[in-house]
């Protein structure tokens, strides 16, 4: 058993996000020891790897519950790990395509700016005009808060823990 910095140091991941995913219940909740202090186990410590990896690759905590998930079932199909990658690759690429039309109509209007002492500045222009028509989007009521809730990838990681010991 290790404890938080330690943790820390092997997955990569700082205190403060390990607290933060043991809150929202990505991670379950951990041994304390008789001071009060997190006891992690190396099945935790792998997690917190496992979780690292997910986020270097864009995915969403949503995303990375449900590959927990999925990673502790030996039932599971490949299939449906492969799904969730490809949807976030989907994810990506638009991602990328509104970063490219950014970066050239950014392009467009710094060519198009003399960059001299003038007052007329097409790139202060544009920013001053309003462009898009879209409303701001609102949270989605149906979704269910994640903080504090136990969710299914830290119920399986509890129930394995178990099974392991």
Not at 20 to 27: A, F, N, S, T, V
Not at 32 to 56: K, P, Q, V
Not at 62 to 80: F, H, M
Not at 135 to 153: E, I, L, W, Y
């Amino acid at each position: 058993m290790t404890n938080i910095g330690q943790a820390a140091k092997f997955s990569g991941v700082s205190a403060k996000m390990i607290r933060y995913y043991e809150q929202i219940g990505l991670i379950p909740k951990v041994i304390r020891s008789d001071a009060g202090y997190r006891s992690y186990s190396a099945s935790d410590m792998h997690s917190l790897r496992f979780i690292r990896r997910a986020r270097d690759l864009g995915f969403s905590v949503e995303q990375i519950s449900k590959l927990l998930v999925l990673w502790y079932d030996s039932d599971r199909t490949n299939a449906d790990v492969k799904e969730i990658a490809l949807s976030h690759v989907v994810v990506l690429k638009a991602k990328i395509a509104e970063l490219q039309a950014m970066t050239q109509t950014l392009e467009h209007l710094a060519a198009h700016c003399h960059g001299d002492d003038g007052q007329d500045c097409p790139i202060l222009a544009d920013l001053a005009t309003q462009t898009s028509t879209q409303q701001p989007s609102s949270p989605d009521p149906h979704k269910t808060p994640r903080f504090g809730v136990d969710t299914p990838a830290s119920s399986l990681h509890r129930a394995a823990t178990k099974t392991l010991s």
